[in-house]
């Protein structure tokens, strides 16, 4: 987790900033508050800024009350004023840091992919989805907001012992003692429901992704019953976990502020008729940010500790990417016939499934230097790939229009949902043979296609090999037979 805090540098962001800035205007409002309505209130003015108010007020001819309320006025309009100026600067660099942290995720990611790396997809949609907001929200922003109220309870101690002398370090040290030893105790226990939480998350991220892929095999196969009884298993450990990270905070809140309400009552018993009211203004002004400065902070480092959890998995998922060798499982003979391929004709791949052919074309393909590639991965984009990201995401000319293609005349097509399976994918192959590169790699670009679309697919491999090479991973045999017929092209046969 250090290593991704280092990277970030979060305490050079304004968000960082912030809460030392909102605090002390808290801290300025609710002492200065309490203050002018003490100074009314006294009954000799005796203290220099009580004199000053009085003095004020009688040269502008309004009494000390009209005056105070004017000030107070004038203070909450400035508070107000300074907290929504602040607004925008706290989320434009709240954003500008997340989205750094986000892109160092999706940067390691993109490296491994190219560095062909095996790479845990479940593990890492659960970083983006979740534990990047755990890392962020639950201990960069938590962090930010903790040392802020630590500011605020610091000078609230300041305060207390100025006003009541240093004998009073006798009931607060105890005080900060017991609640040490309080959170203390409750660390582990919390470290506890966030590692159980983290667990059975990932389990359950694990078979709902099963679900997915393979929920008709399990349903053929009998396995419905058992499948839904793990299911329910790790749901009620998630749920049970997820809920007592809701509730704990609540519980170390209510403890502490019980803690201090008790001080605090003794206090105001043991100190009646012996402080003055300059001396009153300022620890009810102090006391009314303070107070609630001790619950705020329980409830950041509550947050933190427990969202720690996530944090560490996000960034063990990075740094195991970076330890991990490349995957070198490619098939020599595959490697060997791809050596040979021309600057131009049609060059196809077929075998027995589970050889390796796709990950002996990214080996070579990888290999490949100053050559401009086109790449159809087999699974193709999702259903909710709209047009404009599907020419993003292909890198071709945001100019050409897909209304020009024949069987998209006409029709709105905002996503390939809105096409059937069969369009969808001529689709993304015609928006890849627009772009101008030296070679053309299609992974089983004829699946999902009827006899008319193979055609369409075919006539556009021919026409492209003439100035490039194109090279196919199919196990089509009756259309790689029909493709070789026309094109004259290369066939490699990997036993």
């Known amino acids: 987790m250090l290593s991704v805090l280092q990277q970030l540098r979060f305490t050079r962001h304004f968000f960082f900033w912030i809460p030392f800035i909102l605090a002390m205007l808290d801290l300025t409002y609710f002492v200065t508050v309490p203050a002018l309505v003490f100074c009314i209130v006294s009954p000799e003015p005796s203290v220099f800024w009580q004199q000053v108010v009085f003095s004020i007020s009688q040269g502008i001819s309004v009494s000390p009350e009209t005056f105070a309320l004017s000030i107070i006025i004038i203070i909450s309009m400035l508070r107000i004023g300074s907290i929504y100026l602040l607004k925008h600067r706290f989320g434009e660099s709240l954003s500008n840091a997340y989205t750094t942290m986000t892109m160092s995720f999706l940067s390691g990611y993109m490296d491994a992919l190219g560095q062909l790396k095996s790479v845990d997809t479940a593990r890492f949609r659960k970083v983006l989805n979740a534990e990047t907001n755990n890392l962020f929200f639950g201990v960069v922003v938590s962090t930010a907001f903790a040392v802020s109220e630590i500011f605020v309870i610091v000078t609230a101690i300041c305060v207390v012992v100025h006003v009541f002398g240093m004998s009073t370090l006798a009931i607060l040290l105890p005080l900060v003692c017991v609640l040490g030893a309080f959170l203390f105790i409750v660390k582990k226990h919390s470290h506890n429901i966030g590692s159980q939480r983290s667990e059975s998350e990932q389990t359950r991220l694990v078979q709902v992704e099963t679900l997915m892929q393979s929920g008709f095999s399990i349903l053929q196969n009998q396995g419905g019953q058992y499948f839904s009884q793990q299911l329910q298993k790790v749901t009620k450990q998630f749920s049970s976990a997820l809920s007592l990270q809701l509730v704990y905070p609540f519980l170390t809140k209510s403890v502490i502020d019980a803690l201090l309400i008790v001080v605090l ?28 400065a001790f619950s705020r902070l329980s409830s950041y480092l509550e947050t933190i500790r427990i969202n720690k959890v996530g944090a560490s998995d996000a960034s063990q998922a990075i740094e195991h990417l970076e330890q991990s060798p490349p995957c070198v499982d490619a098939n020599e003979q595959v490697i060997s016939a791809l050596q040979s391929v021309d600057s131009t004709g049609v060059y196809i791949v077929q075998g027995p ?113 003439s100035h490039a090479a194109v090279v196919i991973v199919s196990h089509d045999t009756p259309w790689v037979q029909s493709l070789m017929a026309e094109s004259q092209g290369v066939l490699f046969e990997i036993q």
């Open 353 to 465: 499934s589970g050889i390796g052919k796709t990950t002996s074309i990214k080996h070579w393909l990888n290999s490949l230097t100053d050559t401009d590639v086109a790449y159809f991965d087999q699974n193709g984009f999702a259903s909710a790939t709209t047009t404009d990201e599907l020419k993003g995401y292909f890198g071709v000319d945001e100019a050409i229009d897909v209304q020009d293609i024949d069987f998209l005349q006409g029709r709105k097509c905002p996503s390939l949902e809105t096409l059937s399976g069969g369009e969808a994918r001529l689709l993304q192959l015609l928006l890849l043979f627009t772009k101008p590169v030296d070679v053309f790699v299609l992974d089983e670009p004829s699946v999902g296609l009827d006899a008319v679309r193979k055609q369409t697919l075919q006539r556009l491999i021919i026409a492209n090999s």
């Open 265 to 292: 009552v003794f206090i105001v018993f043991h100190s009646h008729g012996v402080i003055s009211a300059s001396e009153s203004a300022l620890l009810v002004g102090v006391g009314f940010r303070a107070i609630p």
